[in-house]
């Protein structure tokens, strides 16, 4: 196990994870389309960034064969293991993340072949709502040369990574030595330690 690697891949990964989950919880700006839009860009360039760096983790601590086990649902009820997802987001030949009911409506009715005055039948109502008025929890629209189009639910994507692998990969560092939980007192002298402890107690109570 190559420590700084691990080291380094585990604080990247967090950060994404970080702004994902900021991104995932927070509801879309009202009438602000193109701060949604660039919500959505950005989350999508951290969602490359969080894999990139989960796939390095993983493999760097020993634990592949565990992230392919560990499968989740997609939208239509099959089961795909995080691993494949991983990569295929990493290699993708389409990814979008879609948080605006309107919008991904709109797709869904494209996907259907139709066009001319049948595809404004199918979409009239939604060209007449306003974007990002109905949103919806992120899902995220992906295919690569492995996988047709697959639609899967972020934030239960993010939960199943930080709950079933992150632990796990903790614990197979401390076994090599390594670290990877910050303890937040290890700048303090003694006597600093002391004083928020006694500080905390004070706010708990």
Known sequence: MDKKVVRASYESCLDATARLASYATSKPFSGASEINERQDTLAADD?????????????????????????????????????????CLIHHDLLMIFRCETRFKMLQASLTGATGEEFFKMVESEIKTPAYSEPIPPHVLFKSDRIHYTLINLVRFMQIFSQDILPAVIDKALD???????DPLQDMTEEERVRALSRAKVLKS
């Open 47 to 87: 969602l490359i960034a969080f894999c990139i760096h989960a796939r390095r983790l993983v493999e760097n601590v020993g634990l592949k064969e565990l992230l392919n086990k560990t499968a989740m649902e997609t939208s239509d009820r099959s089961l795909i293991s995080l691993w494949k997802i991983i990569g």
């Open 176 to 182: 090599q030595g390594l670290c990877l939980l910050d």
